[in-house]
C-alpha cells in the first residue's frame, strides 16, 4: 500500500503556540525541519493520548496535538528508511541499522527514546513451486516491519507526563505483503465469547491478520513478537509509580497492523497501559464488532486521513445509518445482503481529516511525507493559512 519513496528524512513543526483554525487543509506539499519537541504536556497526556475521544482538540485542531502526532508519524518514516528496499541487496527486507543506532542513523537523534526490539512480519501465502525461484521480491516471506522503542530519557518523560512505549509500523514493501493485501475478505478471530444477533463475532481482513499471525521458520510471528516485548516492559517499568503508555502508529498496512496490535494488547493483557493508535493513510481492518469490542477494553484509533486517499476508503463496504432512509427502507443492497459477502467492514475511532491538492496520482496522495507535510501546514504559527486555502479550493 505504499511505493517506497527511499530514505527521505521529513521534518515537521515550528514550537506550537496556539491552536490552528481548522482540521482541514488544502495545499501544495512543503517541508521544514524539526527539532526536539519542547511542549509540555504534564498532567493532560491522557487527554491527548484520547482518554475523551479528542473532543475539542480535533475542531479546530490543538497545536500540541498536531505536534504529538507529527512526533508519532516521524516514528513511522524512521521505519521506512531504515528498511531495504533494493532486492538486489544481500540484506534486502531486513534494518539497516542496528537497534542502538537505528533512530539516529534514520534521521531522529533527538528523540528520548531507545529500540528494544526489531519485528518482522511474515506471510501466510504459499506460493507454488515454480514461484518460490522467481525474485527475492515476490519470494521473500519473513521481512522487517517495524520496531519497538521506549522513552528513557527523564526530561522528556517530564515533557510528556508519563514514560511512553512506542510500536512503529511500516507500509506495505514485498511482494507477499502486496499479495496479503488484495485477501479482503473478513475472516474470524478468537474470541473468548460466543457470538449472538446482538454482538456478532469480531472479525478482520484475512490477509492482515495472515502478516500478524503467520509464523515464519526461523521466528515467531509478529504477534507473538509483540507480545513478549510488551510483557517484558511492562515487568521492566509497570510498578515504578511512574504513568505508562503504550503508542501503537503506522502508515498504510502498518496502520492496519497498529490497529491489530492494540486489539491484541487490550485483550491479552488483564490491566494494560492505556494503549493509543495513531495511524496514517489506514485502510478498513475489522467489522464494526471488532471496532466495538476494542472500544470496549479501552483501545483508543485516531486515523489521519487524506480526503484525496483512495486506500483509506477501502476494502470493502461500510453500512450506517446511511444505508436507511426516514421510513427504515434499506439501500439499493440490503444490510443483510451485503453481509453475506464478507466484505462489510466499519471505521474505527475517530477521524482527522488533511485535504491536499486533488490529482490523478493516487501513489502521492497516499504518501506518508504528504500526510506529513499537510499537518505541518496546519501550524498555527500560520493564522489565515486556512482561509487562504479553503479560498483556492474553492477556486479549483
Known amino acids: 500500500m505504499r511505493v517506497a519513496n527511499g530514505a527521505t528524512r ?37 487527554e491527548y493520548q484520547g482518554a475523551n475521544n479528542w473532543d475539542g482538540l480535533l475542531d479546530p485542531l490543538d497545536d500540541t496535538l498536531r505536534s504529538e502526532i ?22 534486502y527486507a531486513t534494518c539497516r541499522f542496528p537497534k542502538n543506532s537505528l533512530l539516529r542513523r534514520s534521521g531522529l537523534s533527538c528523540t528520548g527514546y531507545r529500540v528494544t526490539r526489531n519485528l518482522y512480519a511474515t506471510s501466510g501465502i504459499v506460493l507454488p513451486r515454480w514461484a518460490r525461484t522467481a525474485s527475492t521480491w515476490l519470494s521473500r516471506r519473513s521481512s522487517w516491519i517495524g ?30 505483503e502486496w499479495l496479503e493485501n488484495l485477501r479482503a475478505t473478513l475472516t474470524h478471530l478468537p474470541c473468548p465469547f460466543p457470538p449472538s444477533s446482538s454482538q456478532p463475532e469480531p472479525m478482520v481482513e ?10 515464519g521458520s526461523v521466528r515467531r510471528c509478529l504477534r507473538d513478537e509483540v507480545r513478549d516485548e510488551i510483557a517484558r516492559l511492562l515487568d521492566a517499568y509497570g510498578g515504578q509509580g511512574q504513568p505508562l503508555s503504550l503508542t501503537v502508529t503506522g502508515h498504510s498496512l502498518g496502520a492496519a497492523l497498529a490497529v491489530l496490535t492494540a486489539y491484541d494488547i487490550t485483550t491479552t493483557f488483564p490491566d494494560p ?42 476494502p470493502g463496504f461500510v453500512i450506517d445509518d446511511r444505508n436507511v ?9 440490503p444490510s443483510w445482503l451485503l453481509s453475506k459477502t464478507g466484505w462489510v467492514y466499519a471505521d474505527i475511532g475517530r477521524e482527522l481529516r488533511v485535504s491536499g491538492r486533488r490529482t490523478a496520482n493516487v501513489v502521492a496522495c497516499h504518501d506518508l511525507s504528504v500526510y506529513l507535510n499537510l499537518l505541518n501546514q496546519l501550524s498555527a504559527k500560520c493564522p489565515f493559512q486556512y482561509l487562504a486555502t479553503q479560498a483556492m479550493a474553492g477556486q479549483r
Not at 515533557?159 to 506495505?172: A, K
Not at 490477509?207 to 500478524?212: E, M, P, T
Open 325 to 333: 432512509d426516514e421510513d427504515g427502507n434499506e439501500g439499493v443492497i
Open 70 to 91: 507529527v512526533r508519532y508519524g516521524e516514528f513511522v518514516q524512521a521505519a521506512y528508511n531504515c528498511f531495504d528496499f533494493d532486492p538486489s541487496s544481500p540484506s
Open 10 to 46: 521529513h521534518g515537521s513543526l515550528p514550537t506550537p503556540r496556539r491552536r490552528s483554525q481548522s482540521t482541514t487543509c488544502s495545499t501544495s506539499s512543503g517541508s521544514s525541519t524539526r527539532g526536539p519537541s519542547c511542549v509540555r504536556i504534564g498532567r493532560r497526556w491522557m
Open 273 to 314: 497501559p492505556m494503549v493509543t493508535v495513531v495511524s496514517f493513510g489506514g485502510p478498513r481492518v475489522g467489522n464494526a464488532s471488532f471496532c466495538r469490542r476494542l472500544e470496549e477494553r479501552g483501545g483508543k484509533v485516531l486515523r489521519i486521513v487524506n480526503t484525496q486517499d483512495i486506500i483509506t476508503k477501502v
Open 147 to 176: 520496531y519497538v522503542a521506549v522513552c528513557q530519557d527523564e526530561d522528556e518523560i517530564a515533557r510528556l507526563g508519563r514514560r511512553d512505549v512506542v510500536v512503529s509500523f511500516r507500509g506495505t514493501a514485498t511482494g507477499l
Open 206 to 215: 484475512r490477509g492482515f491478520w495472515s502478516l500478524f499471525t503467520s509464523p
